[in-house]
């Protein structure tokens, strides 16, 4: 398999430009996750899916981003309007449904998509 | 909630040398405990996870990990380091909804 795919790898944009980032998951896969990780703040959980459905999207900062997963295979972050304070590397991550609630499973990561908002 | 902490940003060791990254829990009930390494410009992979048995959890690329419930502990480690090691390491404990709940993270130096 070829693990998690995203794209773009990276992205420079300018403020007020609309950013989309995009990942397929692994086939098979049940969830899929999508993270921010900034020097300041960590890892951050945005928004997760179950079965292509949003579960938990209470992490997503704010209504410039949305998330979308139209089928089993594709997922899109999108910004807009983007802003300097977006900068930050966005992860993707699916995994299988966990044998129980509190095992949940090893998390298949992408590459990564690095956004700059300059 | 439950929640990991890694009492350490850095830590620097000589190749060759044993390597330890820290991390303590909070959790409610059984620990399900998850260590993720982060190579420089690529994403998280797992390492190991403690479901339950053995204290001493063996994981990928000769890492271990040891479960400690008296100090509530669930430290990585490596009998000797190489300087390919060096990256950032996480440890990690479920919430009550399944999502992974990281640490800040832990960043390793191996030097040669």
Not at chain 2, 29 to 36: E, T, V
Request: glycine share 8%; hydrophobic share 35%; net charge negative.
């Amino acid at each position: 398999d070829a693990g998690v795919i995203q794209s773009p790898r990276h992205e420079v944009t300018e403020m007020g430009q609309e950013v989309t980032l995009r990942c397929k998951p692994i086939s098979g896969h049940d969830y899929l996750f999508w993270y921010r990780q900034t020097m300041m703040r960590g890892l951050e959980l945005l928004i997760y899916f179950n079965n292509n459905v949003p579960i938990d999207d209470s992490g997503m900062p704010e209504d410039r981003f949305s998330a979308k997963m139209p089928n089993a295979s594709f997922s899109t972050l999108k910004i807009q309007p983007s802003e300097p304070r977006d900068s930050a590397v966005y992860f993707c991550a699916s995994r299988l449904l966990p044998a129980g609630i509190a095992d949940t499973g090893e998390l298949f990561f992408g590459e990564g998509s690095r956004l700059t908002v300059l | 909630a439950q929640s990991v902490a890694q009492p350490e940003d850095q830590v620097n060791v000589a190749e060759g040398n044993p390597l330890t990254v820290k991390c303590t829990y909070s959790v409610s009930g059984n620990p399900y405990l998850f260590w993720y390494v982060q190579y420089p410009n690529r994403g998280l992979q797992f390492l190991l996870k403690y479901i339950t048995g053995d204290n001493l959890v063996k994981g990928s690329y000769g890492f271990e990990a040891e479960f400690n419930k008296s100090q509530t502990s669930f430290h990585l480690k490596k009998p000797s380091a190489l300087v390919s090691d060096s990256a950032l390491y996480f440890c990690a404990v479920p919430d009550s909804w399944g999502k992974l709940q990281f640490g800040a993270g832990t960043q390793v130096v191996v030097t040669p």
